[in-house]
């Protein structure tokens, strides 16, 4: 695997903890690497709000309701558009919200770094091709191969991280 960008950004009204950022490029290069993902890669991940991803749920899904992530694969069985002056396979978009994935936490008694490290990988694995809408052996490989990158990264369900502010 080559170079790695992991373009991330923050829209509407959101506190984003220390450390986020870093966990996040790591969650795509654990994923990339799981993967044995060939080539350099470019994802942009934008972290947010309930109000601003609802919107986007609106929009793209026809959804009027918030969502904890949403995913917005630019390729197609393993065929991506390419940054011409990169190199890089571009492979697609992430959107957090913030706020979902606090509640998250709360509700599933686990860190927000482990919230946001878990929808991070579950959309980069997303972004190349797995799906668990239909359920069955393709929700639990996809489940597995969350885990264990999870696992991997030190970010198990009973891990806790500092929760300072960036």
């Not at 960008?5 to 923050?10: D, L, Y």
């Not at 609802?54 to 309701?65: E, G, H, P, V």
């Amino acid at each position: 695997m080559d170079k790695v960008k992991a373009i991330i950004s923050k829209t509407g009204d959101v506190n984003v903890p220390a450390g986020v950022r870093m966990l996040i490029r790591r969650c795509c290069i654990a994923v990339l690497t799981m993967e044995e993902f060939e080539g350099g890669a470019e994802i942009s991940v934008t972290l947010t709000n309930d109000s601003e991803i609802k919107k986007l749920n609106r929009q793209f899904r026809n959804i009027d309701s918030s969502t904890d992530v949403l995913s917005f694969p630019m390729g197609e069985n393993g065929i991506y558009d390419i940054n011409v002056a990169t190199g890089a396979k571009i492979l697609g978009d992430i959107v957090i919200s913030v706020d979902h994935a606090v509640s998250q936490a709360e509700e599933y008694g686990h860190s927000l770094q482990r919230e946001i490290g878990f929808l991070t990988v579950h959309s980069m694995l997303h972004l190349l091709g797995y799906d668990h809408v239909a359920g069955g052996i393709e929700e639990v490989h996809m489940r597995e191969k969350e885990e264990t990158v999870l696992t991997k990264l030190g970010l198990k369900r009973d891990s806790s991280y500092y929760l300072g502010e960036e």
